[in-house]
């Protein structure tokens, strides 16, 4: 498990719209999100997560995906440059 926090860039556009919007406008939450290769389709499985996560706001799968092949790039690359 990875705890991966947002830039502060990303963080201050994102709350910058919330603020922009008007009332007929989706509303934005900014917060926690959790993300893994597995779909939660179970009940038991899902409150387990609310359990350990609390904070969290919701769940996406698509996340994890790109984190995994970002950081693989990366280790790939140092290892190429030399770096460990």
């Excluded at 603020?19 to 387990?48: A, C, I, T, Y």
Aim: hydrophobic share 35%.
């Amino acid at each position: 498990m990875y705890n991966v926090n947002a830039s502060l860039p990303l963080l201050d556009l994102a709350r910058s719209v919330q603020v922009d919007w008007n009332q007929s406008s989706p509303k934005v939450h900014v917060g926690p999100m959790l993300s893994g290769e597995k779909l939660v389709d179970n009940l038991q499985f899902r409150q387990e997560l609310e359990q350990k996560e609390p904070e969290a706001l919701g769940g996406e799968m698509e996340g994890h995906g790109l984190y995994v092949a970002a950081r693989h790039s990366r280790r790939a690359l140092d290892h190429r440059q030399g770096h460990q």
